[in-house]
């Protein structure tokens, strides 16, 4: 299933020989590409049942479906959130949902936090370092602030479709959120305010 999205947008990247591209070059033609494509639906990505996991590494990115507790007194919230969780607990876990702010911001937000990847292997022994302390300590994070959220297990509602670091780039520009409560404009105008 996944195929119709990575793996077509990983054919036509090999056919421009994005490869041979500046790293920064290349993150920026996936990126262009993957927002090409408009709607994406996340429940086809999650039904991949060789990128579906139960468990959660910090720094690694994830979409999943997600039901929240309080949700009759939340404004708003995303039921497929793309995140990077930075602290385990019993219960659940924080992380970064990066559909709360727009596709640009993201790009900008991802620049900031590959500065704290582990290494350039680019494959699952990738990941980035991070911790809430790192990202409030330094203003090139500060993007991270309207995506912070808190995630109870017991309202996950599908496993985890983990999404491998040389995909990360095309990830944050599928347009794979689904807010209720509010349009992704207004979510996007908020969290710019803050």
Known sequence: MVAYVF??????GKVAGV???APTKAREWYRNTAKSLGDVNPSRLIADKDSLTSTLSIGKMYLFHYD?????TLPYYDTFPLIFPIEMYSDGFLGINL???SPLLRAKLMDALYTTINNKNNDDTTSLQLSYDILKSASQFKLFQPCLKRYLFSHVKSRYFYI???QWDVSIMLPTERFVGA???RVFKESQRR
Not at 7 to 12: D, F, P, S, V, W
Request: aromatic letters at 8%.
């Open 7 to 12: 793996q077509k947008i990983a054919k036509a």
């Open 68 to 72: 929240p507790k309080h949700k009759k």
């Open 164 to 166: 491998p670091p040389n």
């Open 183 to 185: 349009e992704k404009s």
């Open 19 to 21: 490869d041979s591209f």
């Open 99 to 101: 559909h709360y702010i």
